[in-house]
């Protein structure tokens, strides 16, 4: 067994595609016109295919029962491009108990998306102020090789 992809129905591919490219910097590697993958192996379905292919159930949207992750390594540079696009924000800026920097948004079609400060850099930015490996494990609650396979692979 091995997993393939993560596919999401959407009203109209064009916008989705175009939101996934914009926002997110996802290009398009294959179109088949109802289906579309994108760069990390992501893909879109349309709807109407997407309901046919369920036997025709209902599809529902903006559920908020599950979100699409991404990391941004450099995240304070995301966070400015982000604010040129009209978006929908599930919440702004947070910072996780452990350190990480997020913020929540709806796509077109209101599936969730994160985009969070890479684990990598949330490391190096503890380490940047002074923590001791140990230290910076504690505060983010993680081991420490975890914390040195980090700083020193």
């Known amino acids: 067994m091995k997993y ?7 009203k109209d591919m064009e916008i989705s595609k175009r939101f996934y490219h914009d926002v997110l910097g996802l290009d398009v590697i294959v179109d088949l016109g109802a289906n579309v993958t994108l760069t990390g192996g992501f893909a879109l379905q349309t709807m109407d295919t997407w309901q046919h292919f369920i036997a ?52 077109p079609d209101y599936h969730i998306i994160e985009v969070g400060e890479s684990m990598e850099i949330v490391v190096k930015r503890f380490k940047n102020t002074g923590m001791t490996d140990e230290q910076v494990a504690e505060r983010m609650d993680v081991s420490l090789e975890y914390v040195q396979g980090y700083l020193y692979p």
């Open 56 to 107: 025709d159930k209902d599809v529902s949207l903006h559920n908020n029962a599950i979100e699409l992750v991404f990391e941004e390594t450099d995240f304070d540079t995301f966070l400015d491009h982000v604010k040129k696009f009209d978006i929908v924000y599930v919440h702004g800026l947070i910072e996780h108990s452990w350190g990480q920097r997020v913020i929540r948004f709806y796509d």
């Open 4 to 10: 393939i992809s993560t596919l999401i129905s959407v």
